[in-house]
């Protein structure tokens, strides 16, 4: 329950920004693609964000961590942003507004880093 309440603070001060970009992160549990609860609520809460802006493109950035297999891992970050991308629009973004891209897979940024998607909206 802690590290649920830490991930939904996280995502909570991921979307706090002001100005036409804005970015939210989206994490995910170890090895999955799944969007849980809280992971579903900044998706929806990105989709209202963007219906603001109806003008500017929203990128979508899948991240995963390097675990040995990069094929698999650099699907994995594929199958997030798609998730996320999929979540968007079924909360009424337009697909043509969608940029999708996976990072390649890389434990630079941590166990939980690695484990993202970001949402950006007003990304050039």
């Given at each position: 329950?802690?590290r649920l309440?830490?991930?939904l603070?996280l995502?909570?001060l991921?979307g706090c920004?002001?100005?036409?970009?804005r970015?939210f992160v989206?994490f995910f549990t170890r090895?999955?693609?799944?969007?849980?609860?809280?992971a579903?609520w900044v998706?929806?809460?990105a989709?209202?964000?963007?219906?603001?802006?109806?003008?500017?493109?929203?990128?979508?950035?899948?991240y995963?961590?390097a675990?040995g297999?990069?094929s698999?891992?650099?699907l994995?970050?594929v199958d997030?942003?798609?998730?996320?991308?999929?979540?968007l629009?079924?909360?009424?973004?337009?697909?043509s507004r969608?940029r999708?891209?996976?990072?390649?897979?890389?434990?630079?940024?941590?166990?939980?880093?690695?484990?993202?998607?970001?949402?950006?909206i007003?990304?050039?």
């Open positions: 329950m802690r309440s830490l991930i603070g995502c909570l991921a920004t002001n100005g036409p970009s970015k989206v090895d999955s693609s799944r969007l849980d609860d809280p579903r998706v929806t809460h989709a209202q964000q963007a219906a603001l802006y109806p003008q500017a493109s929203v990128s979508v950035e899948g995963a961590a675990h297999d990069l698999a891992d650099a994995l970050a997030r942003a798609k998730k996320v991308a999929d979540q629009v079924a909360d009424g973004v337009a697909p969608i999708q891209s996976p990072r390649p897979p890389s434990n630079e940024d941590g166990a939980v880093g690695a484990r993202r998607v970001e949402i950006e007003g990304a050039s």
